[in-house]
């Protein structure tokens, strides 16, 4: 299985809600990360996470919480939304052990903020 | 910091031609990978070739191979033999074997023309 699942395909929020985005990977890798993406520019990272623990945190808003609950998910929840984090959200996981043989990323969250 | 530099914002091929992506990219370690993504409008991403800094050799992967010269810090992707499919936007990429953090280069839309 060399999958990235991330869930849901597609969101919309208003700005008073609270929604979370899910990401789930069975390849043993125990890195990922969470990366926002506008059309026609690169995935900017967000958040690394470890081992479970947060390595890397790119300076985000704290209406976006990430969650490593165990080494196989990855939850990001969003609360408080503004109209401009209306975004594509990657998930991607990495192998630690070894080589850095290749990032395996996820379809993506569309995100909608209305 | 890593940083990586894509300076073709747009590139056009004719079918069956042969293209070049240049990247150039900074980084202070000595243990890096280097990355070419390939990400269509579907907006999947999906590796197209790694190079890892400590070979020599250039990856190759069938029509994808790379010139990868280190003391210069520049990575160029070669698509021999371009076909519709490759039309898409490639992201060079950029991590170390001591780090988390996979950073990419703004990218390059290439435009495949019959």
């Known amino acids: 299985d060399t999958e990235v699942t991330q869930t849901p395909k597609h969101l919309v929020m208003g700005m008073t809600n609270k929604k979370s985005l899910k990401c789930e990977q069975h390849?043993?890798?125990?890195?990922m990360y969470w990366y926002k993406q506008k059309a026609k520019k690169p995935p900017e990272l967000m958040f690394v996470?470890?081992?479970?623990?947060?390595?890397i945190n790119e300076s985000v808003p704290s209406r976006f919480s990430p969650e490593c609950p165990n080494s196989s998910l990855l939850n990001l929840h969003l609360h408080a939304l503004q109209p401009e984090d209306s975004a594509l959200y990657l998930c991607?996981?990495?192998?630690?052990?070894?080589?850095?043989?290749?990032?395996?990323f996820g379809q993506g969250t569309r995100l909608t903020v209305v | 910091a890593q940083t990586v530099t894509q300076s073709q914002p747009e590139m056009s091929v004719q079918e069956a031609e042969t293209v070049t992506l240049s990247c150039t990219y900074d980084?202070?370690?000595?243990?890096?990978?280097l990355f070419w993504y390939k990400q269509p409008p579907s907006r999947q991403m999906i590796l197209v070739i790694r190079?890892?800094?400590?070979?020599?050799q250039n990856a190759t992967e069938n029509r994808f191979s790379v010139n990868f010269q280190k003391a210069a810090k520049s990575f160029s992707l070669k698509i021999s033999d371009s076909q519709l499919g490759d039309a898409a936007m490639y992201f060079c990429?950029?991590?170390?074997?001591?780090?988390?953090?996979?950073?990419f280069g703004k990218g390059t839309s290439l435009l495949v023309t019959p």
């Open positions: 991607a996981s990495f192998p630690l052990a070894g080589r850095r043989t290749e990032a395996f």
């Open positions: 390849m043993g890798h125990r890195a």
């Open positions: 996470y470890s081992y479970e623990k947060l390595s």
């Open positions: 980084t202070s370690e000595s243990d890096y990978y």
């Open positions: 190079q890892e800094a400590y070979k020599q």
């Open positions: 990429a950029l991590t170390s074997n001591s780090g988390y953090a996979l950073n």
